[in-house]
């Protein structure tokens, strides 16, 4: 990655930034990506697809959750869309620039926090604020306003004078959150930004993100794996096995499995399961295992009251009983057949990825 460590101005490329006029509507996605591939050599000579012919388009000023478990490939297409990996095949822009003819650019224009804290411990919070903003390059006379700025935004004034390793681990978070807003971009990737942070930490930052959609319009590209964060996004996308399963907003995403989850617990519930079966429409499948029974069924609060006093007159006592909307999780496991919490197994089989040669790219 190519950094600017100089005083000169990128005054021949200006940067959108999130204090730059509302675009119209029709404008271009903020984010745009179709058939990217991202391929490592595999063991004995095959080829493993990290990510796998993604088609992709986020609007502007949206938060939009890139929602996965681990090894997923929500890194990878990261990488991809910042310009730090080039795409295998396929193409994509971001805040107008091309990530394989005009890495530099996408560069310029994105913001990127990372998994991991990238500050300097030993330093102060302006001090971190200062280095980043030589590294891309601004003017001597524009940073100490922009410092003020983000730090105001960040709410870390009164702390521009502490070392790192003086901050709590949402305050680092949000140092971090600042320095990547210094050179105003047009896009702002988070991976994982609350990873390691306690409930109260999480709920800061979440806080701290929303004022800055709201202040700035700013589009906010968030991977995440916890199913609570990616429902208070404007819209979501599951990825599982570097494809991508399913998109929409949570409600709609939510909508689509229908029916609710229905769970009961009794006093026989192997017994009580048959009874059930006997009851319910066909295609509703009935499970018992250690937690209860459980099935799905369309306005499932209204079957509770039929299945209690089913099951009390053949003598078995239902000690719980409740009906939930679907979640998140049952949108991933509808759509890849496992929880989010579960360990990955073998990628489905797949066609070929695309060539590179089709799409204009390199292998």
């Not at 509302?22 to 493993?48: E, H, N």
């Not at 994509?92 to 996408?106: I, K, N, Q, S």
């Not at 001090?127 to 903003?133: D, G, T, V």
């Not at 109260?200 to 929303?210: E, K």
């Amino acid at each position: 990655m190519r950094l600017h460590t100089g005083d000169e101005e990128l005054a021949h490329e200006p940067t959108p930034g999130p204090h730059a006029a509302p675009r119209p509507p029709g404008t271009a996605p903020a984010i745009s990506a179709r058939g990217l591939v991202k391929s490592y050599p595999g063991p004995r000579g095959t080829t493993t697809h990290a990510v796998n012919g993604l088609d992709l388009d986020v609007r502007q000023g949206e938060t939009f959750a890139f929602l996965g478990p681990n090894g997923a490939g929500k890194s990878t297409t990261i990488a991809m869309l910042c310009a730090l990996a080039r795409p295998t095949a396929g193409q994509a822009t971001v805040a107008g620039a091309d990530v394989r003819t005009e890495p530099h650019r996408v560069r310029q224009r994105v913001g990127m926090l990372f998994q991991h804290s990238a500050l300097d411990p030993d330093l102060t919070a302006e001090q971190n604020l200062r280095i980043h903003a030589r590294l891309y390059g601004m003017r001597r006379a524009r940073i100490r306003p922009r410092t003020t700025e983000v730090l105001d935004v960040a709410g870390l004034t009164d702390r521009r004078t502490s070392p790192v390793r003086t901050l709590s681990g949402g305050m680092r978070r949000r140092l971090e959150i600042a320095r990547q807003l210094l050179h105003e971009p047009g896009v702002l990737f988070l991976d994982e930004p609350t990873t390691g942070l306690d409930p109260h930490a999480r709920a800061q930052i979440w806080d701290h993100l929303y004022a800055l959609r709201e202040r700035h319009g700013s589009t906010l590209f968030i991977t995440t794996h916890q199913l609570e964060e990616a429902a208070n996004c404007d819209r979501v996308a599951i990825i599982d096995h570097g494809r991508l399963v399913a998109e929409g907003t949570p409600l709609a995403l939510q909508a689509a499995i229908g029916d609710d989850r229905v769970a009961l617990r009794t006093s026989d519930d192997a017994k009580a399961r048959d009874i059930v079966r006997r009851l319910v429409p066909e295609g509703h499948p009935v499970t018992a295992d250690s937690g209860g029974i459980t099935l799905r069924l369309p306005d499932g609060s209204s079957w509770i009251p039929r299945l209690c006093a089913a099951l009390q007159n053949h003598g078995i006592a239902v000690s719980a009983a409740s009906a939930t909307p679907p979640t998140l999780d049952d949108v991933f496991f509808h759509h890849t057949g496992r929880s989010i919490h579960t360990a990955p197994g073998p990628a489905p089989a797949a066609p070929p990825a695309r060539r590179a040669t089709e799409t204009g790219g390199d292998r």
